[in-house]
Structures are given as C-alpha cells and as structure tokens.
C-alpha cells in the first residue's frame, strides 16, 4: 500500500528534501540504509536474465519504475508506520511462531520484516527470503544484519510463483502484504506454489489488508475503487473481488482460519490454513 511518496535513499546522490525529511522524521532507518549503494548491492543479489512477469513491468503507487526502483524498498519503513502495521505484527508473529516451524518461506518478502522478527524469536529456524525486486532484497539484507540473524537467511531473487525451491520440503510459508499487489490469476499462482513447496500438514499464514469489510457488495465495491486510486494500487480490485480463504479452498488447502488485526483506521486480516 505505498503512496507516492517514496523516500531516496541512494548513496552519493545530493541531498534532497525529502532525504532531510526522513532523517528527521525516521533517524533509525535514514541511518541504516544512507549507506547503501542500490545499484551494486542489488546486483549481488540478482539472478542473471530472470525474466519479469508483465503485470510486474508497470508503475506502483505512484513510482514510475514501481518496484525495480530502489525508492519503493527504502521508503517502506515509512508506510508501515503510516498504516500501523507495527502495530499488528506482533500477533501474525506469534499465530507463525505457534506452528513450530524449522524451515520458512516468506513468499514476496518485501523488506521482511515479519519473517525477520519472526526468526529472531526461533533460533533453530532457516528462512528463505524471496522477491522479485532486488532492492526489496538489498533492504531485506540490511535488516538481517541489524537483527543479528545473518546466518538463518536464504536470499532468492525469484517470482513468489516459481522458485527453484524443492517439493514437500518447508514447514511454514508466509505470504504477507503480497496478494494485493497481483492481478488474480497470479496470486492463485503463489497459493499453489507455497502448496507445492509445503510439507503434509505443512503451514501457509497469509497476512494482507481485510477482504469483504462491507456487508453490502455494491457498497464494498465503490470503497474498494476509491481505496484503489487513492493508494495507487493497481491491482486493488482483484484483490478485493476474490477472498483468499475462498481461493485457498479452491487450491487445495483445508483447515482454514481468518482472523481480523485492528490498526485503526485500518484493519488486516490473517488467513491461516494447511497443506
């Protein structure tokens, strides 16, 4: 859900107002990223000649080069605080915590903040971080190395669709603030991927912005188209025109739980389910 106004972070460029801004207004993640040079972090974190899927290739709230852009990564930090989301982690942390995982996949990990401090809290715990931005990674990166957690951390800069990840082999997928983000045949995509990717009884924990928040659908959908242009989101009304619990009963996955997160004036919701 990121508004348009992204914060640079780029080392070496000329100070700018908004860069003074954020080293007023967020001193902790100014400092951690200032030193950041995006473009030759992310290409050590690049998978050579990986194609991009189409719907990726266009503008993201409001960033003309959406997420191949070093401003949607750096800026992230700031969104959250926004939306309140700190606010909520806490408890899809614990909900991925009481699965006991070994082994964690965060599907479109953005910066990674969940899985990250969901993997302090597990020391025994390997997670593989996964994104199609290489900046998104290079921000992810840096957070590891802040938490200490360095060694528990896979990085693969792949579609959350199609990993080179091995069948039946992890105990916990996280899919958070992604679903969103994708026109539908996409995200049915990524459900199917972490079924694949799941153990038997394996976990799949998706964390996004509430579906179906008004009982009246004609009304739900006029929120849903204002909430849409208002935050850029491109692919908004798929999101909210398709229940993921609905999606992920028609994928394959049982045993399936949703719960409301309230962050006033927003409110997220976890899917919870199993392979």
């Known amino acids: 859900m990121l508004p348009s106004f992204a914060i640079p972070f780029r080392s070496g460029d000329s100070p700018t107002l908004q860069q003074c801004l954020a ?20 290409g050590e974190l690049q998978t050579p000649h990986l194609s991009y899927p189409n719907y990726y290739l266009v503008p993201h709230h409001g960033v003309k080069a959406g997420y191949l852009s070093y401003q949607q990564a750096a800026g992230w930090e700031a969104v959250e605080h926004l939306f309140r989301i700190p606010r909520v982690r ?25 899985s990250i401090e969901l993997v302090r809290s597990l020391p ?18 840096r957070q590891v190395q802040q938490a200490g957690i360095a060694a528990h951390i896979t990085y693969l800069h792949a579609d959350a669709a199609h990993t080179p990840l091995a069948d039946n082999s992890i105990d916990l997928v996280l899919v ?10 996409n995200a049915r995509e990524v459900l199917l991927e972490a079924r694949r ?28 188209r204002a909430l849409m242009h208002m935050m850029h989101e491109v692919y908004w009304m798929d999101y909210a025109t398709n229940p993921v619990w609905n999606t992920c009963q028609e994928t394959g996955f049982h045993n399936i739980q949703r719960q409301l997160l309230f962050a006033l004036p927003w409110i997220y919701q976890v899917v919870h389910v199993t392979k």
């Not at 958070?176 to 045949?185: D, G, I, R």
């Not at 038997?200 to 996004?208: P, R």
Request: glycine share 2%.
């Open 23 to 42: 080293k007023i207004l967020l001193p902790r993640t100014f400092d951690l990223y200032k030193d950041i040079h995006w473009e030759q972090a992310a």
């Open 90 to 114: 806490p408890s899809v942390v614990q909900m991925a915590r009481d699965t006991y995982p070994r082994t964690i996949v965060d599907l479109g990990c953005g910066t990674a903040l969940t």
């Open 124 to 141: 025994q715990a390997q997670l593989s971080l996964v994104d199609l931005s290489p900046y998104a990674l290079v921000a992810a990166r």
């Open 176 to 185: 958070s603030l992604l679903l969103h983000e994708l026109p539908y045949e």
């Open 197 to 224: 990717l799941l153990r038997d009884d394996g976990h799949l924990i998706i964390f996004d912005p509430i579906q179906c928040a008004v009982p009246w659908p004609s009304l739900d959908r006029a929120v849903n």
